[in-house]
């Protein structure tokens, strides 16, 4: 059963491809520029003070190295082109009213989240430090959220509304799919295909791109519909964790927000869990490693702002 339509809804629905960067997820904004809500400042701070952080810093979850695999694509390349499908994606959205705006109460919330949640990211990727990250919030009943490589997040508001999501449960779902970015789990994929095809010539990507050339863009081209795995979608579920403790915003959600997605459809999961572990594995494992993280959220500084839900029902303009 797709859930972009249930009974009731009258928001316009996007065509635009449900999870991106977390298809099937296992999981106005300004163009291309970097958040304008104070990352530059918190950023500072946290570059300034990296080298004092006491002890506790390293105290989180453990996911091991990232795949070789990753390292078989250029990341500039992925970013690019992630960007160029980013705004198309915008563009189509703004065509159709379905962009919100910069002062939509949502969008508020989302961007201040996000606001929270990226100079974490730094520790995961130090590629990182130089994305334009971006928040955009798209009227469509889906039950989605992506980002892509470069940092291009985008919520659809149904996942917002017809959830009723906290602010802890949002920090969940963003920093998951923040760490799909992190981990390059997009490079990672596109790598093991050209292993499994034959093409991975490192040299050529570097001195020139030939075949090599040809099977990035074919694959660059695909981003919209990448698949995960199960691992990269426990992977994530365990880097957003941590990225949502550090942050200020309570682990234990992670618990209630896949209670609340397994009830959200009961015979058949919406597309977003689509590629994940299985509702009851993936909360058995958020409750083993919410110990790793507990302590990292108990001396967190704690958002100074919280935000409501949307209303089930009513104008999503609004």
């Not at 993936?282 to 100074?304: C, H, N, W």
Request: hydrophobic share 40%.
């Amino acid at each position: 059963m797709d859930m972009n339509d249930l009974p009731g809804d009258n928001e316009p629905h996007v065509a635009l491809p449900a999870m991106v960067m977390a298809s099937r997820c296992n999981c106005p904004l300004h163009a291309r520029r970097r958040f304008s809500f104070g990352l530059g400042t918190a950023a500072a701070g946290l570059a300034a003070t990296s080298m004092a952080w006491p002890a506790w810093a390293r105290e989180g979850v453990d996911v091991g190295k990232k795949s070789i695999f990753a390292g078989a694509v250029p990341a500039d390349k992925i970013e690019r082109d992630a960007s160029q499908q980013y705004l198309q994606l915008r563009q189509e959205a703004n065509s159709k009213q379905a962009l919100a705006p910069a002062d939509h109460p949502q969008m508020v919330r989302l961007r201040a989240i996000a606001e929270r949640l990226v100079p974490y990211t730094y520790e995961w990727n130090e590629r990182a430090r130089q994305w334009r990250w971006e928040v955009n919030l798209i009227f469509d009943n889906q039950l989605n959220a992506f980002c892509m490589p470069g940092g291009k997040i985008a919520f659809y508001y149904g996942i917002l509304a017809k959830l009723q999501l906290t602010d802890d449960e949002v920090a969940m779902i963003m920093g998951h799919e923040m760490a799909h970015a992190l981990r390059e789990h997009a490079r990672e994929r596109m790598g093991k295909q050209f292993a499994t095809r034959g093409v991975v010539e490192l040299g050529a990507a570097v001195f020139g791109w030939g075949q090599v050339g040809r099977t990035v863009a074919d694959a660059s081209a695909s981003l919209l519909t990448l698949k995960f795995s199960r691992e990269d979608e426990s992977e994530a579920d365990l880097v957003g964790m941590e990225l949502a403790a550090r942050a200020g915003y309570d682990p234990h959600a992670g618990v209630t927000l896949w209670q609340k997605m397994l009830g959200a459809n009961k015979n058949a999961p919406p597309q977003f869990m689509s590629t994940h572990p299985s509702s009851s594995t993936r909360i058995s494992d958020i409750e083993k490693s919410l110990p790793k993280v507990t302590g990292l959220y108990a001396r967190a500084g704690k958002p100074a702002q919280r935000f409501a839900a949307p209303a089930q029902s009513g104008a999503a303009r609004g």
